[in-house]
């Protein structure tokens, strides 16, 4: 160690951006949740709790929170869970891996507001892919497995597909119609962000010492999911945690196919918070409701770290 | 036992290729309408390529061209009548300064920092270290709004600026740097200030060149991040379209997708993120390496 005078000028100028641009909009954002503040006008009154009351009692917030809850509850456990099924797959494979892993990592890479784009054309209702290779199904092998039939449960004329069929290959229109629009939009997230947590897992697996196995199998674990319970998914533990850590964060911050899929809709069924923050805060100029929302979420995501590195603390230690 | 085995390979390949599939199917959507006919595009036919038919285009002699020029093949019309359209190129160039600039400043003010954290002793310095932790946790998407507030009060919006300013500082980078030069031996840190070199030199002359694997990966995630940002250009950037980055220019193409013609738009949304896709593929395992980085902390 040695000291110096210099330490001033090599931190200097982090701290101050540190506090500028990180800290001090948290407080303003704080500070302005509690006024009625616009940008614009160039005064303001403080009204206390008024932003959060109208929050949480507003029919568009409670809803806003629903999206957004939906969206991080459906695209969180799937993307990865299917991570961790194509990280397992691909450690399995004899050959082919690698082209896999860059199919599978090329949403990740890609603009996603491209793909978006891309995804609404591959669901137009009259254009895309999806409903033409529906269309053309129809009464044969794909109404079979995609309309359930050979579920033991499912009548085969009474199968979504089937109805769908009849009425003159009525299928759904995914982003424009209010019962699927959201689900339609946690698919293309689950799709952007899977591939980012099997890269996380495959790292992950590759650490698992093989003698690991060797000992489970002499213990008497024969079976793969034997061995999966008994060995990789606990010695992945703080793998996942890490994964579900991060892809809630990115979850929450959901934004661009949001933006240029649905604009919130169909009647807010896809209001996220940050679609909520972006449309009241910058285009409709309701800075002061904005910023509560704001506060809203940076309290979430800071507690849900918090929460991170707390488990990591207590239970993660093998 | 071995036959089996085979079995049990050939499923695992039949799963994969189905979600190999879906995953390309977006990518095969665009590629293959940024080639075919606006007709084609329509009745979902003509494959992947299309016919290719040479013909004239309406909107093109709408727009006051003679019917000659006007008159190509569809995939030759799409790219040409996109880049006619919109300045492509400079929307990738302002997506090029961008990127490199923020990449730039956060090093240029990271390392030094970092350093500072790692190899000097100070009053604060414990503390400066639990600010840096404490602000990893804050995403700058999070207080977007804020932080727009702050650059329309001081009149910077719909300038370079503003695209740049809020990812100058890179907490996640000096806490990576930090963590990288904590491995560097003191002995060589001292060697260097027996040679005279102040502490400047010894954070660019020495410990720079040790740093590049980090900074390579550092570079990369950094660089992938800000190119394909799309929420913060949105907020910032109100209408000037010299500042386009490229995803606003995909957005901005997709302004009229009802009365629009797709072809050109696909070949736009082509153009814009070919570079980094192939830049991937080019260097996979140092994209994947730098952009998963996050995780290995």
């Known amino acids: 160690m040695h000291y110096s005078r210099a330490h001033i000028w090599f931190v200097g100028p982090a701290v101050l951006l540190m506090f500028i641009i990180l800290i001090f909009p948290i407080l303003l954002a704080g500070g302005i949740s509690f006024t009625n503040y616009n940008l614009g006008n160039s005064s303001f009154e403080w009204i206390g709790l008024e932003n959060y009351e109208k929050m949480f009692s507003r029919k568009t917030y409670i809803k806003m929170i629903w999206a957004t809850a939906t969206y991080v509850l459906i695209v969180v ?29 090329l949403p990740v890479m890609a603009t996603l507001l491209a793909m978006a784009i891309a995804w609404e054309f591959t669901l137009h209702p009259t254009m895309g892919l999806v409903n033409s290779f529906l269309a053309n199904g129809c009464g044969g092998i794909r109404e079979f497995i995609l309309g359930f039939h050979w579920l033991p449960w ?17 299928f759904p229109f995914w982003l424009k119609d209010r019962g699927y629009a959201i689900w339609t939009v946690c698919f ?25 196995y060797h000992a489970a199998e002499m213990d008497g674990a024969k079976s793969t999911w034997e061995q999966f319970k008994l060995v990789t998914w606990p010695m992945l533990g703080p793998t996942t945690l890490f994964v579900i850590t991060i892809t809630t964060i990115r979850s929450f911050q959901v934004f661009d196919t949001i933006e240029v899929l649905t604009k919130g809709g169909p009647s807010k069924s896809t209001y996220v918070m940050m679609y909520a923050i972006f449309e009241k805060g910058i285009q409709q100029n309701l800075t002061a409701i904005a910023a509560a929302i704001t506060v809203v979420f940076i309290i979430f995501v800071i507690l849900l770290t918090f929460f991170q590195r707390y488990v990591i603390e207590k239970r993660v230690h093998y | 036992m071995k036959n089996n085995q085979y079995i049990g390979e050939g499923w695992k390949h039949a799963i994969l290729i189905i979600g190999a599939l879906v995953v390309l199917l977006p990518f095969y959507m665009v590629v293959s309408i940024s080639l075919k006919s606006q007709q084609e595009i329509q009745s979902i036919s003509g494959g992947l390529i299309g016919a290719q038919e040479v013909q004239t285009f309406p909107v093109c002699t709408k727009m006051g061209m003679s019917e000659k020029t006007c008159t190509m093949k569809p995939y030759v019309y799409n790219y040409w009548f996109a880049f006619k359209k919109a300045p492509i190129a400079r929307y990738l160039l302002n997506g090029l300064f961008v990127t490199v600039s923020i990449f730039l400043i956060q090093i240029l003010i990271a390392l030094p920092c970092a350093y500072a954290l790692s190899k000097l002793r100070f009053y604060g310095r414990e503390f400066i270290f639990s600010m840096v932790l404490f602000c990893l946790l804050i995403p700058v998407h999070a207080i977007a709004l804020p932080l727009y507030v702050m650059l329309a009060k001081v009149g910077l919006v719909d300038t370079y600026a503003a695209l740049i300013i809020p990812w100058t500082i890179s907490v996640f980078g000096i806490f990576l740097m930090r963590q990288f030069f904590m491995t560097v031996p003191d002995e060589l840190i001292d060697a260097a200030r027996m040679d005279g070199m102040g502490e400047y030199s010894i954070v660019w002359k020495v410990m720079l060149p040790t740093a590049i694997p980090a900074l390579l990966a550092f570079a990369i995630f950094s660089v992938v991040a800000h190119w394909n940002d799309y929420f913060w250009p949105r907020i910032v950037i109100t209408g000037n379209r010299d500042l386009f980055t490229p995803p606003l220019g995909i957005r901005e193409f997709r302004g009229g997708v009802d009365s629009d013609e797709f072809g050109p738009m696909m070949a736009s949304i082509v153009t814009i993120t070919v570079p980094l896709v192939v830049a991937f593929i080019i260097a996979q395992k140092r994209f994947i390496e730098g952009i998963t980085m996050t995780g290995m902390k």
């Open chain 1, 154 to 170: 499912v009548n085969s004329n009474e199968s979504w597909y089937h109805i769908a069929c009849e009425n003159n290959n009525d």
């Open chain 1, 188 to 212: 293309i997230g689950v799709w952007q962000a899977f591939g980012f947590n099997m890269v996380l897992y495959l790292a992950g697996l590759t650490s698992i010492p093989r003698e690991l």
């Open chain 1, 77 to 105: 456990p799937f993307s990865v869970v299917i991570g961790l099924c194509a990280a397992m797959l691909l450690n399995s494979l004899r050959f082919g891996a690698d082209i896999y892993k860059t199919i599978f990592f």
